[in-house]
């Protein structure tokens, strides 16, 4: 469209059109200056998020301790690490004390893993989680202290080599020779210039675009071959007008605009739009394939039940922040042993290094330690708040791969007593109980019930000794003969708001699938919490995978499948690009949500990848369409919500410029029957006022249909068919309708003004291009039809509000029904209202009219 534009700009100019040629240069350039200003600010944003994510480190150099950027890190640095941290570049351990880290952006599961600096192994082959002795960029350090020499930085990175795989070029198809591939390469080039590639919504508007500027040729012709292809400056300029017709040259900034104030108004909603194409893409998705830690769920351990001995349990529910000890509810069923609760609530708490305060707001919550330490914490502060008061800290037992166990010894110097503290797994810690087997095989019992909740079980055990300082730094004997306690199961809750906004999804015709590295009871608990599975046994048996058999079935039996798994438990990068594929297969529209590097290849294998902004790793914001500032899994719904809306409001905005378009041409082309009593040619509407119509009168009107609110069924209809597009039947047979009518009034205006009182063949000579002071009766009827096509040209744009609803039907507001219907969007009206006042002057304004618009008022 713009090329038709330039064209014109051209032929204007040198047949010394400058007011016409003007006009179209101003517009071109308005549109360039709102897509720059767009692709501005949106760089910007990300430069923004960015920063934010850089991390800085700490580094020894000449003996000397410095902080710098991680970026600046090279091999051999020495690196010291604390709780806390964020791992800057990949690091062989050195020294390690304590030390577990978080590698959920790189495996997809959340949880600590234990580090040993002086581990060595054999094989060179080893899993990337199972490489104890290195800590790799990106990982948190969740615990303990250690120092490392930097190995790999940048790209050389576990993290680095992700993101290479992003930015591998696509290999032509094996056994294409040198001839072909060219060829291929060519035809990819010609389809990206003519625009046949990107988004659904892209490549229609594009191909209207290229329909289009074909039939203004053919119109151009037309007008010739009826002139008798005696070619005259203005037979040229008429004919090149109505091939402008056609064309809805304002549809190319409108659309910028549209995209710009969706971009913003996401932004309002914390989602940043990378790329403007991801705005109508996103609204056509028909499946969301998410991963499960940080974004369903919410990245943070907490206790979700107790189970003491004596049969008390406890329930913690609608936990907003796992570090607040006062959120959420905790619920009890049972008879409480006062006793029996107290040695439970100072055992998990004195057996625990972790730290939780909270802020200068006490709604400021943070925590540091190991993910399961820190929710046995929070849970033990909802009752006790100090360990101080429980003596002190005799010995200290750590936790470690080996034993599974941990054991604290407190006491005092002047009690007879010490108290032994201790917590584990079930399988290990249960042999060292001082309880009957009976009893035992009731915990095992319980145990496994809590497991297949999804939880992750802890067993609390303490004992009384003598106060023997030798005894207490025995580990073996402070580990035998323990009294149980009881059991704590402990998960990384949804977040509140998943369980809604997946009801939403589905409500919107959408599937959504989870696809993480975690076990699969856990994955399948959280898909049914959440409502990705119903909680109808059993299930089916497609519906929950792990990725080891996915990955075994090959695309036939994929396809073959009645559903794509909703859950796939030990994902790996591969099984998500897989997951993708067989969804494209079946002509769906993907999105893929996730925060962690393992995420980046499927993030940008989707339509539409969306990123985490506070906890997604830079791996994965780089491969995003999206980014979701606030890590809220319910931003995703509101992103289709606005993409639909987008895609809505294009399909009102371009039913309106194509009716004016369709009316155009049919009052241009019947219009060229109109002849003077000299047999010459006299046209209906002047070259400006056409230019006028299309350009000045339909912008913001086509604007203002792009600002209309969401309607109400929006998340209650099925996505809408890729096949068709934003065409539907419904929208071209309206194209048609009041085109015709709209083509068919403004001639009855001109015929009727023209024509009234006289007979056909009358009208005044040499009125077609620039009219003489004896060509009243033409400007007056070229007057009548301007005005006419100007004012249904408003009308239609509250007509076409609701593509279901006329104008008295869209609201039930009673009698103020059509008030409210046109002042509800306030752009639209008071563009409606200023279009108006715009016509009423052009008609009037001496000179203006008759000189600038050839035409003139009926009076």
Not at 166 to 180: C, I, T, V
Not at 680 to 688: N, P, Q, R
Not at 700 to 706: D, F, K, M, T
């Amino acid at each position: 469209m713009t090329v038709v534009l330039v064209f014109v700009i051209a032929i204007s100019f040198v047949l010394n059109e400058k007011i016409e040629g003007s006009t179209v240069a101003t517009v071109i350039a308005v549109n360039t200056v709102i897509g720059l200003i767009q692709e501005y600010r949106a760089e910007k944003a990300i430069q923004s998020l960015s920063a934010l994510t850089t991390p800085k480190c700490k580094v020894i150099r000449d003996g000397r301790g410095h902080s710098v950027k991680a970026t600046t890190l090279v091999k051999g640095d020495l690196v010291s690490l604390v709780a806390g941290d964020i791992v800057p570049a990949d690091l062989r351990l050195v020294q390690a004390i304590n030390l577990s880290t978080d590698e959920a952006h790189l495996t997809g599961e959340a949880g600590a893993i234990a580090k040993k600096h002086d581990a060595i192994f054999d094989d060179a082959d080893i899993p990337v989680g199972d490489r104890v002795n290195l800590v790799f960029s990106g990982s948190t350090v969740i615990s303990g202290r250690a120092t490392g020499i930097v190995v790999s930085t940048g790209m050389e990175t576990q993290v680095g080599q992700i993101a290479e795989l992003l930015s591998q070029k696509k290999r032509p198809p094996p056994g294409m020779n040198r001839m072909r591939t060219m060829m291929h390469c060519v035809l990819g080039f010609i389809r990206t210039i003519l625009g046949l590639t990107g988004t659904p919504l892209l490549v229609s508007l594009n191909k209207l675009a290229l329909v289009l500027f074909g039939l203004a040729i053919v119109l151009v012709l037309v007008v010739f071959s009826i002139c008798k292809w005696e070619i005259n400056d203005d037979v040229l300029l008429y004919g090149i007008y109505v091939g402008v017709a056609i064309i809805p040259e304002s549809l190319s900034a409108v659309l910028t605009i549209c995209l710009a104030v969706a971009a913003r108004a996401m932004a309002k909603g914390n989602v940043v739009v990378r790329h403007l194409a991801a705005l109508e893409a996103v609204g056509a998705t028909t499946h969301v394939c998410s991963d499960k830690t940080g974004t369903i769920t919410q990245g943070r351990m907490v206790t979700r039940k107790v189970w003491l001995r004596d049969g008390l349990t406890g329930v913690t529910q609608d936990i907003s922040d796992p570090y607040d000890p006062n959120s959420g509810s905790l619920t009890w069923s049972g008879s409480l042993a006062p006793g029996l609760f107290s040695a439970f609530l100072k055992t998990i708490n004195l057996c625990n290094n972790a730290t939780v305060t909270h802020g200068n707001k006490s709604s400021d919550w943070c925590a540091m330690g190991e993910p399961t330490e820190i929710a046995l914490k929070v849970f033990a502060m909802r009752h006790v708040q100090d360990k101080s008061k429980d003596g002190n800290l005799i010995a200290e037992h750590p936790f470690d791969s080996t034993c599974k166990l941990m054991t604290v010894v407190y006491g005092t110097e002047v009690d007879p007593c010490h108290y032994v503290h201790t917590k584990g797994a079930v399988e290990v810690l249960l042999p060292i109980l001082d309880e009957t087997e009976q009893f035992k095989a009731e915990i095992t019992a319980k145990a496994e019930l809590l497991a297949a909740e999804g939880l992750r079980v802890l067993c609390i055990a303490d004992k009384v000794v003598e106060n023997s300082p030798k005894d207490a730094q025995d580990r073996q004997k402070c580990e035998s003969r323990l009294r149980f306690l009881g059991l704590v199961g402990m998960y990384d809750p949804p977040r509140l708001e998943a369980a809604g906004a997946v009801t939403q999804l589905h409500q919107a015709g959408l599937s959504v699938h989870m696809l993480t590295g975690d076990h699969i009871q856990t994955a399948t608990a959280i898909a049914k919490e959440v409502g990705i599975l119903s909680h109808e046994s059993p299930l089916p048996p497609s519906a929950v995978m792990a990725a080891s058999d996915f990955a075994k079935l090959s695309d036939d039996e994929v396809d073959a499948l009645d559903n794509i798994p909703f859950v796939i438990a030990r994902c790996t990068p591969e099984t998500k690009v897989k997951v993708i594929e067989a969804i494209h297969r079946r002509n769906g529209f993907c999105i893929m949500t996730g925060d962690g590097a393992n995420d980046a290849p499927a993030l940008k294998k989707a339509d539409v990848g969306i990123a985490m902004g506070e906890r997604g790793s830079d791996v994965a914001k780089e491969a995003a369409d999206m980014i979701l500032t606030d890590d809220n899994f319910s931003s995703i719904v509101t992103a289709i919500r606005e993409g639909r809306r987008l895609t809505d409001n294009i399909q009102k905005f371009l039913l309106h410029l194509q009716v004016a378009n369709i009316g155009q041409i049919i009052l241009l082309l019947v219009g060229l029957t109109f002849l003077d009593f000299e047999g010459d040619l006299v046209f209906a509407l002047s070259g400006l006022a056409v230019l006028w119509v299309n350009l000045v009168t339909s912008s913001p009107l086509a604007i203002g249909l792009g600002l209309e609110e969401a309607q109400d069924n929006i998340l209650r209809r099925p996505p809408r068919s890729r096949r068709m597009g934003i065409f539907s039947v419904e929208l071209i047979c309206d194209q048609f309708v009041y085109g015709i009518s709209m083509g068919a009034l403004s001639l009855a205006a001109f015929m009727i003004v023209a024509y009234g009182d006289i007979g056909y063949h009358l009208l005044e000579k040499n009125c077609a291009k620039s009219p003489a002071s004896g060509c009243g009766r033409v400007l007056r009827a070229r007057g009548a039809t301007f005005a006419t096509l100007s004012f249904l040209f408003m009308v239609m744009a509250w007509e076409v509000k609701h593509s279901l609803r006329s104008l008295f039907t869209q609201t039930e507001r009673g009698s103020l029904t059509v008030f409210y219907t046109v002042y509800r969007n306030r752009f639209l009206f008071w563009s409606v209202i200023a279009g108006i006042v715009a016509t009423i002057l052009v008609i009037h304004i001496p000179h203006v009219n008759n000189r600038v618009f050839e035409h003139r008022s009926l009076g």
